[in-house]
């Protein structure tokens, strides 16, 4: 520990002391010999200005009160763990979507990794040491992205021109911004469309030009939007109509018993097998992860879900004729 790290571990230890705190007390917990808490001391005093008292009665030191507020250092103070915490978070943002907010966060973070070099702790082993994979990240305009956000912390209206993949149509909306989503290493912006009066998730992705109104957003409650889009299953919105029952092999079974697929879903083992009981009303995705898992789950119902996923699976095997026959080569 440093003297940078001593003198903000000094100003929460007495920003937080309820009594006077003792010199010995201070050396154990900044891990310095006497002298270096009075030197931290006499700093704090003449260049911060730290109105530290010594208390003879109850021989400890304490912040004196100064006023309405309590003391604090000037300028945004960290530790080199929250200054490390702070360029991990950095990394994150600029794997999950490079350039989203690189123009911004580059100047906090060559000051941040400034700091570290200056106590001899350099911030570049934070690039060499985490691996951020985004596997199915889609590009993105950071443009729009910013616009977006801009417009969704302001609480305004917003006119966009939007692509829809599954229609593949392009369509202007003017929609109130709720939320945004990262779900899948990729941006989902809950909305209130108000050509069509209900709750849509737009993927921002597909956004191809955004534009601020100067009209206040329509406010949805929280209440409201958990109901809509944190009931169902992944992405899509609306009430649960039905409840899917996955039976995984025991193989499958010690990675997703471990996992949360859906906040309220219901797991035990049965014969040695995980059963799995998730909510849902679109069965699109759902069928996509169900299907990854290959033969290591039988939808058990209901009927409609076990009838799409079994035509998925014939689909796929038509692709490989001769695919299920064992190979007579080598005999």
């Known amino acids: 520990m440093d003297l940078f790290d001593r003198i903000y571990s000094m100003h929460r230890i007495l920003s937080n002391a309820r009594y006077p705190v003792s010199r010995d007390n201070l050396q154990e917990r900044l891990e310095c010999s006497r002298a270096t808490v009075n030197r931290i001391i006499r700093d704090m005093r003449n260049y911060f200005c730290a109105p530290i008292e010594f208390d003879r009665e109850k021989s400890g030191y304490y912040y004196a009160k100064t006023g309405e507020h309590p003391f604090e250092l000037p300028g945004l103070w960290f530790n080199a763990s929250e200054l490390y915490a702070l360029l991990t978070v950095q990394r ?107 709750l849509r998730s737009f993927s921002v992705d597909r956004i191809r030009k955004a534009s601020e109104l100067d009209i206040p957003a329509e406010e949805i409650t929280d209440k409201e939007l958990d109901a809509h889009y944190a009931t169902s299953y992944g992405i899509f919105g609306g009430k649960p109509t039905k ?80 695919g299920g026959e064992k190979s007579n080569e080598g005999k």
């Open 92 to 198: 994150l943002l600029t794997e999950v979507q490079p350039g989203l907010l690189e123009g911004h966060l580059t100047p906090l973070r060559s000051r941040i990794e400034q700091i570290l070099q200056s106590q001899h702790m350099g911030g570049g082993e934070i690039t060499r040491r985490i691996r951020i994979l985004g596997m199915a990240a889609r590009r993105m305009d950071p443009e729009h992205f910013q616009s977006v956000a801009g417009s969704l912390l302001r609480r305004k209206r917003m006119e966009v021109i939007y692509h829809s993949r599954s229609r593949d149509e392009v369509a202007a909306r003017t929609i109130s911004p709720q939320r945004l989503v990262h779900y899948r290493d990729n941006w989902y912006l809950d909305v209130w469309d108000h050509k069509k009066t209900v």
């Open 243 to 322: 409840k899917a029952v996955l039976r995984f092999t025991p193989e499958r079974a010690r990675w997703v018993s471990e996992e949360k697929w859906h906040p309220q879903q219901e797991g035990c083992f049965k014969d040695g097998c995980y059963v799995l009981t998730i909510p849902y009303s679109n069965s699109l995705e759902l069928v996509m992860d169900i299907l990854k898992h290959g033969p290591g789950v039988e939808v058990v119902s209901p009927d409609s879900l076990r009838k799409e996923v079994a035509d998925q699976l014939s689909a796929a095997v038509a692709l490989y004729p001769g």
